[in-house]
């Protein structure tokens, strides 16, 4: 991990939903950064703030105050989206779901290939790009087969390799490992700290999931909006 270089900087989120009764504070003041190369667990029980953190980081969501810089770039300033943010979410954000949300008429390679092509990526350097990501998450000989051909290992890797082709600053993982049992959990988190390491993202990894924590390099909790931040690894 590189510490000079941070891929992701938050100052000051915030963010409420409902007045009076229905009053909901689900972030209160987050202050973090994200540095290339790391491995960061969200944990949090369920109504914690994880959903709406990862939103707002994701540019879906926008928070009521507060500043976000990402790759350099910064995409909230205070509370309001600025700059070029189609293409900062094309270009520095990737992300990863529970489910593969795989395109089902398309091949394992076309899946991958699509976000490049829809960037602007000529197809024949999408596809030795894809090619060259396949190989490394070990499904390049399943370029050609239709995701109903591949088992939900290999849809993941697919999904991951999607999210990693056009080399994002940061890459956004909610919930990646729950439907998996512990030995192909550990395999999703070990090729997130692959990627993280070998290409240079951060990696946030929103969970439940306490068995692989020991993968990852640092922890994040939050409760009732309120981020507390581990600065060791999980597994010291």
Not at 149 to 168: E, F, K, M, T
Request: proline share 3%.
């Amino acid at each position: 991990m590189n510490p000079t270089k941070i891929a992701l900087r938050a100052e000051g989120l915030s963010k409420h939903y409902g007045e009076g009764n229905t009053f909901i504070q689900a972030l209160q003041s987050c202050d973090f950064e994200l540095q290339a190369g790391e491995v960061v667990a969200l944990l949090g029980p369920s109504g914690s703030g994880k959903s709406t953190l990862l939103t707002i980081i994701g540019l879906i969501n926008r928070p009521d105050c507060g500043s976000l810089w990402i790759g350099g770039n910064q995409v909230i300033r205070d509370g309001t989206l600025v700059g070029d943010v189609n293409r900062v979410r094309r270009q520095e954000l990737g992300f990863v779901f529970q489910r593969s949300n795989l395109i089902p008429f398309l091949s394992a390679e076309e899946n991958v290939r699509v976000v490049m092509e829809l960037d602007g990526t000529s197809p024949s350097e999408a596809r030795v790009r894809c090619r060259e990501i396949m190989e490394d998450l070990g499904i390049a000989d399943r370029a050609d087969n239709a995701p109903n051909q591949l088992s939900g290992g290999q849809q993941q890797r697919v999904a991951i390799a999607r999210a990693l082709v056009n080399h994002p600053s940061v890459l956004l993982t909610d919930e990646p490992t729950a439907a998996l049992d512990k030995e192909r959990g550990r395999q999703v988190m070990g090729l997130f700290k692959k990627a993280a390491k070998q290409r240079g993202a951060a990696v946030l990894v929103v969970t439940h999931d306490h068995r692989s924590l020991d993968l990852v390099d640092r922890t994040f909790e939050i409760e009732d909006g309120l981020l507390e931040i581990n600065e060791t690894s999980a597994d010291s």
